[in-house]
Structures are given as structure tokens and as C-alpha cells.
């Protein structure tokens, strides 16, 4: 009998890689909202962005998962053009 050295939780290939894409969309994000020229507004929206990835970061249904990074995305999306255009 082997014995496995992976622990009993170790996360899929597919659960890893999502995993490292959500990562990247809040560092992202986070980067993204210390460009916002507001301190007021930069503390609200990284407090923002916290809640809701510590409140989604027990999802386990993949196509729910699928969908909360297709609109962190665009959460994204729109801040970084706000931003593009409060520039201009």
C-alpha cells in the first residue's frame, strides 16, 4: 500500500490554475485602486474588493467560480477606464 504524500485537500490542476487567475484579478485590482487619486475613495474600494473575495473565497461550484472572475474582470475593466479617463 503507498502511501500519499499530497495532502487530503490538494487542489486539482484545474482548481490550482483557477485559483492563480483569481490571485491575479485581486493583486490586480489592488494595484489598480492605488492609482485612484482619492485616499476616501482608494480605502473604500480596496475595503470593497476585500469583502467580496473573502466573502466569495469558499466557492466551490465551477461555473460559479467562472462567473465571479468574468465580472471581477470587469469590475476591472471599468475602474482601470475611469481612471484612464479621470487622467485625460
Known amino acids: 500500500m503507498t502511501v500519499s ?3 487530503t485537500a490538494a487542489l486539482s ?5 483557477q485559483r492563480q487567475k483569481v490571485l491575479g484579478i485581486y493583486r490586480n485590482m489592488l494595484k ?3 492609482q485612484v487619486p482619492d485616499e476616501t475613495d482608494r480605502k ?5 474588493a476585500r469583502d ?5 473565497k469558499n466557492a466551490t461550484e465551477q461555473d460559479a467560480i467562472r462567473m465571479m ?3 471581477a474582470n470587469n469590475h476591472l475593466e471599468e475602474l482601470q477606464k475611469s481612471l484612464a479617463l479621470a487622467r485625460s
Request: net charge positive; charged share 35%; hydrophobic share 40%.
Open 5 to 7: 504524500r499530497l495532502p
Open 13 to 17: 490542476l484545474k482548481q490550482f490554475l
Open 32 to 34: 489598480t485602486i492605488r
Open 44 to 48: 473604500y474600494l480596496r475595503d470593497w
Open 52 to 56: 467580496e473575495f473573502k466573502r466569495n
Open 69 to 71: 472572475i468574468t465580472q
